[in-house]
């Protein structure tokens, strides 16, 4: 790990309110705003709810309410439900995303597509070959990637990282048929927008970064290089399977409800993590965890992984 005189500008915390947050998200949390502290970074708590139809308004209260439980700080960003959709909601920055997909459509870096889900299952997409016409109704909007670019990641422990867009997110979407963009770009343009510098999260989003580098290329955005990423190892249940904002056994809402108090919540994510001690905040958690992992570091990330 980098010395901590290295210091950043600005990380941030970026839920997804789809779900009550869980034990999984807590960790990332908790490891985000232990290593702002230590490089004297601020902390933006920034809400992805750009997928309106999921977005519903009770999982907004739920990461308020869950990050005030458990005590963790943000420094940039709104307090209540209310502020944030005055002012924070990713609909305010719409002409943003727009412009962004407006560079690429004009630079010829976007196919059409009209497959299903259901026929990506079963057979590979052809519509780059079929030139399908950008404004065709229930139409998404494709990069056109480059399947063997050497991509250039700046990792937190020193190192930089050169491998090739995986095969999971060739071509990926970054308008959606609903018209709406879609995650890779919005998190792409509001990492660049509020001065990221730093950006933690699980090592399900190793392809996530790959990708937004890619797209990062493609808009010229050659600042995106400069962001500096730490991927940590996942949460998992019994069956060695991610947490997810489904598995309400593990939400906060739920062991809040039924008497955890923010001790036992954080022990048991060090418990989850073979860390059978006594953890009573998120100092104290992070301390744990990052020191656990300097002591047992990950395998090296092959650029697989799932997208959220």
């Known amino acids: 790990m980098p010395d901590q005189s290295v210091r950043f500008n600005k990380t941030r915390i970026a839920p997804t309110p789809s779900g009550f947050l869980h034990l999984g998200n807590i960790l990332s949390f908790a490891l985000t705003v232990a290593l702002a502290k230590q490089h004297g970074a601020k902390i933006l708590l920034r809400i992805d709810d750009i997928d309106q139809a999921r977005a519903d308004e009770k999982y907004i209260q739920d990461i308020f309410d869950t990050l005030n439980f ?11 439900v209310e502020e944030f959709k005055n002012t924070y909601s ?17 630079n010829g870096f976007l196919f059409a597509c009209t497959c299903s889900r259901k026929q990506l299952e079963k057979e590979t997409c052809t519509c ?12 998404a909007w494709r990069l056109h990637t480059h399947n063997n ?12 990282v050169a491998i ?7 071509n990926f979407v970054v308008r959606k048929k609903d018209g709406f963009p879609a995650y890779q ?14 950006i933690v999260r699980g090592q399900d989003l190793w392809s996530s970064t790959l990708a937004q580098h890619e797209l990062a290329l493609a808009l010229g ?24 904002k489904s598995a309400g056994a593990t939400s906060v809402l739920y062991l809040r409800q039924n008497g955890k108090t ?25 301390d744990a965890v990052l020191s656990f992992y300097k002591n047992n570091p990950a395998p090296t990330m092959s650029g697989t992984g799932s997208d959220i």
């Open 90 to 106: 990713q609909i305010h920055r719409l002409e943003l995303y727009a412009e962004a997909n407006k560079q690429l459509r004009n």
């Open 262 to 286: 923010q001790a036992q919540i954080y022990t048991m994510i060090a418990g989850m993590l073979g860390l059978h001690i006594a953890i009573s905040s998120w100092e104290q958690l992070a």
């Open 149 to 160: 670019r050497e991509l250039t990641i700046g990792d937190y422990n020193g190192q930089t």
């Open 70 to 80: 458990l005590e963790i700080p943000w420094d940039e960003g709104p307090r209540n």
């Open 164 to 170: 090739n867009l995986p095969m999971d997110m060739q």
């Open 221 to 244: 955005k050659n600042e995106f290089r400069d962001i500096t990423f730490y991927h940590h190892p996942l949460l998992t249940d019994e069956q060695n399977q991610k947490l997810s």
């Open 185 to 198: 770009l919005t998190s792409v343009i509001d990492d660049l927008f509020y001065g990221i510098d730093l």
């Open 128 to 139: 780059f070959n079929r030139k399908i016409p950008l404004d065709t109704k229930d139409a």
